[in-house]
Antibody
Framework: EEQLVESGGGLVQPGGSLKLSCTASGFTFSGSALHWVRQASGKGLEWVGRVRSKAYDYATAYAASVKGRFTISRDDSTDTAYLQMNSLKSEDTAVYYC???????????????WGQGTMVTVSS | EIVMTQSPATLSVSPGEGVTLSCRASQRISNNLAWYQQNPGQAPRLLIYGASARATSVPARFSGSGSETEFSLTISSLQSEDSAVYYCQQYSDWPLTFGGGTKVQIK
């Protein structure tokens, strides 16, 4: 079964840092781009960023709202992607999902596999 | 940034009735459009990709249509389990963007 599992969420103070993990199973992780999408309580979905595969030099892209504060990376040896979040703000409070393209590759496509999400709360 | 606008925000429909949800893109996106269903406390589920192709295991009562800037998702005969929020998403250009969602309620 193709699966993504997030971990690492929790409560953090404004200005603090947190690192989320997303572990894949059941598909060829190394060939897939991996994305992060977040959802504040009662709100819609917001794309956060993505990391491409080795074939594309692990290139990253970010939403304007997190650029310069968040960093996405990956470790293909453990089929895990990471979202390092620094300088956190209250507006970063959300459920964070990792997801991949339907094609399982690195080309524009819909998202077919989603993790269950991990909650991040930024509050003093 | 491509802005995705969904309408209406909320729909209330009787079981067995048909319903059509709309999604408009602020720029032409060809058929690079997906629809997702989300139940409370759950991750989104892919329903439609390429504007009109059903994802694996999606019932035939769900259908998508449209291209460039105007898209729609139709549920031909609403079932109780279809009560959810539906999102459209464009994957034509960066940043990837989602619509605000349409909540479908069962009368």
């Amino acid at each position: 079964e193709e699966q993504l599992v997030e971990s690492g969420g929790g409560l953090v103070q404004p200005g603090g840092s947190l690192k989320l993990s997303c572990t894949a199973s059941g598909f060829t992780f190394s060939g897939s781009a991996l994305h992060w999408v977040r959802q504040a309580s009662g709100k819609g979905l917001e794309w956060v960023g993505r990391v491409r595969s080795k074939a594309y030099d692990y290139a990253t892209a970010y939403a304007a709202s997190v650029k310069g504060r968040f960093t996405i990376s990956r470790d293909d040896s453990t089929d895990t992607a990471y979202l390092q979040m620094n300088s956190l703000k209250s507006e970063d409070t959300a459920v964070y999902y990792c997801t991949r393209y339907r094609s399982g590759s690195d080309k524009f496509d819909a998202f077919d596999i989603w993790g269950q999400g991990t909650m991040v709360t930024v509050s003093s | 940034e491509i802005v995705m606008t969904q309408s209406p925000a909320t729909l209330s429909v009787s079981p067995g009735e048909g319903v059509t949800l709309s999604c408009r893109a602020s720029q032409r996106i060809s058929n690079n459009l997906a629809w997702y269903q989300q139940n409370p406390g759950q991750a989104p589920r892919l329903l439609i990709y390429g504007a009109s192709a059903r994802a694996t295991s999606v019932p035939a009562r769900f259908s998508g249509s449209g291209s460039e800037t105007e898209f729609s998702l139709t549920i031909s005969s609403l079932q109780s389990e279809d009560s959810a929020v539906y999102y459209c998403q464009q994957y034509s250009d960066w940043p990837l963007t989602f619509g605000g969602g349409t909540k479908v309620q069962i009368k």
